[in-house]
């Protein structure tokens, strides 16, 4: 189209028409700018000095990590806590689910719809109403208080959610792959593992991958399934620092900046899978 | 079939067939029909036992548990004897009651409409092409990634009246910059929406954006031609196309906004004087605080019937879109 030797012949056009889509983008930086700027103002926050008082710069002038410091001190533990309880959220997790949406999509049973149907109404049951029927099971139990405990509330979070999204994505294998490895004389059970899993890798990944955001971001078991200290995710830490160290700013926020790392991170790493989980889940 | 005596040598492999003794022996049809599907089953039986007992039970219990009386003892005597319906006859005589559900209406019509037209509004911009359009469009997702609590301290952070960067902020250009964003009655249940509209939009706006991705560029360019408006061409073509999307997102956005509890706990603990109180809130409240968790069980229950009437609502949809 218009190239740059062009440009002494038309004129008009070739400048009009970028400026013009330039102007969406600074109108979308600043769009951005506004959405992003609580995060933004919980680094800027974490690394000033006295971040407790009223003038908090708009950029951190002199960079101090002194809040990232007491927060790894204090906060450290809570941080592996958080990440032990969704990796076992996650694991059990996969475990449950992908046999079942592999059974939902391949084998013809009856009550399979039924199970479908129920799945994606568990996931209207608020999850306060669960804890609250928990806590008194777990006390029975001896489950309060316990890192098991909690990675399994934790899985319900992600379960039915990953059992919709693997299904949906089983369903579409075709049978002649699976009657194929049966044929070779697989059992269900190995062609489940060798043949429909690694099929399948893209949907696991992106289920295991919103399982472990459901249990890292989780409050409210952690809230209600613990009465002590022993099991203390990272979320619950931060929520009982801010009773605790109201003048403290600088630290609160750096533990709010780690508690969003892992995320970030695993963002990063698997964007195309995120984004395929989400409307794939959600719509479909 | 091939299948069953491929499934039957291939037994020993399987930890979850019923058992090993059944290597090829002539069997008759039907007890080999039976035993493949009660192998199949066993794939599934684990999810159907975790969600019973994490789905399942708890709302069988929460209506129980609406009938006993629950006290701090409970847990050390283990009994809570049955006390017809005077949880019910408490929860409803107290006014606590009405103001969190008026609430609750409150923050779930104002949090929806807030995200759901900002999301329609980001998602039709995102449709114009642009330099930077894809990598604009992800970094909108960010807020999602941090934990909803910890959202809630940043925003509790910036709200804050006198140390706030908002009210310096409104300071700075000239506008009052003393609101007592989070500890006034009249203002804190507005500012935990505002929060909630801020965390929602980027999800309304990626699945609008996807839903408006599948509606055919040619309807809108015959729109065009026929001489409608960029408005009217939006409201007649896109919007009807739209609709089973649209649905989907607000049933989905109801379903989250409705029981919400992360968020209020962390912004305002239901404060100031029960001005942020929902049902959610006061579900853990009476459950966890109070410890009568015979109350937090009829709210509870209550929050049920309102989800029930949504995902009754919500499959139909979902139902009419998969034909």
């Given at each position: 189209m218009a190239t740059t030797t062009q440009i002494p012949a038309a004129p008009a056009p070739a400048v009009h028409r970028p400026r013009r889509r330039w102007g969406a983008?600074?109108?979308?930086?600043?769009?951005?700018?506004v959405m992003l700027f609580p995060l933004y103002w919980m680094i800027n926050t974490a690394l000033q000095p006295d971040a407790s008082l009223v003038d908090v710069g708009p950029v951190p002038t002199g960079v101090d990590f002194s809040g990232f410091t007491s927060a790894i001190t204090e906060q450290g533990t809570n941080l592996l806590t958080s990440l032990a309880v969704a990796l076992g959220a996650v694991a059990i997790c996969l475990a449950i689910s992908a046999p079942a949406a592999y059974g939902l999509a391949q084998f013809k049973l009856r009550g399979s719809k039924t199970i479908v149907f129920g799945t994606l109404i568990t996931q209207m049951v608020p999850g306060i109403v669960i804890a609250n029927a928990l806590y008194s099971a777990y006390v029975d139990l001896g489950l309060v208080n316990s890192y098991f405990g909690l990675m399994l509330a934790d899985a319900s979070l992600g379960i039915p959610f990953a059992i919709v999204l693997m299904r949906s994505f089983m369903v579409s294998i075709p049978r002649e792959v699976?009657?194929?490895?049966?044929?070779?004389?697989?059992?269900?059970?190995?062609?489940?593992?060798?043949?429909?899993?690694?099929?399948s890798r893209n949907s696991l990944i992106t289920a295991g991958l919103f399982s472990f955001l459901y249990a890292w971001s989780d409050f409210m078991f952690a809230l209600t399934l613990n009465t002590t200290d022993d099991v203390k995710p990272i979320t619950l830490g931060i929520y009982q620092y801010i009773g605790a160290h109201v003048g403290d700013w600088g630290s609160v926020m750096a533990a709010s900046v780690l508690s969003a790392v892992p995320a970030a991170v695993l963002l990063v790493l698997s964007q195309k899978y995120i984004a395929a989980g989400i409307t794939g889940g959600s719509v479909k | 079939?091939?299948?069953?005596?491929?499934?039957?040598?291939?037994?020993?492999?399987?930890?979850?067939?019923?058992?090993?003794?059944?290597?090829?022996?002539?069997?008759?049809?039907?007890?080999?029909?039976?035993?493949?599907?009660?192998?199949?089953?066993?794939?599934i039986a684990p999810a159907v036992i975790f969600m019973a007992l994490f789905f399942g039970y708890p709302l069988v219990r929460n209506i129980v548990m609406s009938f006993q009386d629950y006290s701090p003892s409970?847990?050390?005597?283990?009994?809570?004897?049955?006390?017809?319906?005077?949880?019910?006859?408490?929860?409803?005589?107290?006014?606590?009651?009405?103001?969190a559900l008026w609430q609750t209406i409150l923050f779930t019509v104002g949090s929806l409409v807030g995200q759901f037209c900002i999301g329609?509004?980001?998602?039709?911009?995102?449709?114009?092409?642009?330099?930077?359009?894809?990598?604009?469009?992800?970094?909108?997702?960010?807020?999602?990634?941090?934990?909803?609590?910890?959202?809630?301290i940043v925003w509790r952070r910036i709200f804050d009246q006198d140390t706030g960067v908002l009210n310096s902020f409104l300071g700075t250009i000239g506008l009052p910059g003393d609101t007592p964003w989070l500890t006034s009655t009249s203002m804190a249940l507005i500012s935990v929406i505002l929060v909630n509209i801020w965390i929602g939009i980027p999800f309304?706006?990626?699945?609008?954006?996807?839903?408006?991705?599948?509606?055919?560029?040619?309807?809108?360019?015959?729109a065009a031609l026929d001489g409608a408006s960029a408005w009217r061409t939006f409201r007649s073509v896109t919007l009807p196309m739209l609709k089973p999307v649209i649905t989907v997102v607000l049933v989905l956005?109801?379903?989250?906004?409705?029981?919400?509890?992360?968020?209020?706990?962390?912004?305002?603990?239901g404060g100031p004087a029960d001005s942020t109180q929902t049902l959610g809130t006061l579900t853990y409240q009476n459950s966890f605080v109070q410890m009568d968790f015979g109350a937090g069980a009829v709210v509870g229950n209550?929050?049920?019937?309102?989800?029930?009437?949504?995902?009754?609502?919500?499959?139909?949809?979902?139902?009419?879109?998969?034909?």
């Open positions: 983008t600074v109108f979308g930086v600043v769009v951005l700018a699976i009657e194929a490895a049966e044929v070779d004389g697989a059992g269900r059970f190995r062609t489940f593992v060798q043949v429909v899993l690694p099929m | 079939m091939s299948s069953t005596t491929a499934s039957a040598a291939a037994l020993p492999a399987d930890p979850k067939a019923p058992a090993a003794d059944t290597v090829k022996k002539p069997v008759n049809p039907r007890s080999a029909k039976r035993r493949k599907s009660l192998a199949q089953w066993g794939f409970t847990f050390f005597t283990g009994e809570a004897p049955f006390n017809g319906t005077d949880n019910w006859s408490n929860v409803f005589n107290d006014g606590l009651f009405g103001k329609l509004a980001l998602a039709v911009f995102f449709t114009r092409r642009f330099p930077l359009n894809g990598i604009l469009r992800s970094l909108i997702l960010l807020p999602w990634l941090v934990p909803m609590v910890v959202s809630g309304n706006m990626v699945i609008l954006y996807g839903g408006l991705q599948e509606v055919p560029k040619e309807l809108n360019e015959a956005g109801f379903m989250s906004t409705v029981k919400i509890l992360d968020l209020v706990l962390a912004l305002t603990d209550i929050l049920i019937l309102i989800s029930a009437v949504f995902a009754v609502f919500y499959l139909r949809v979902n139902r009419n879109e998969g034909k």
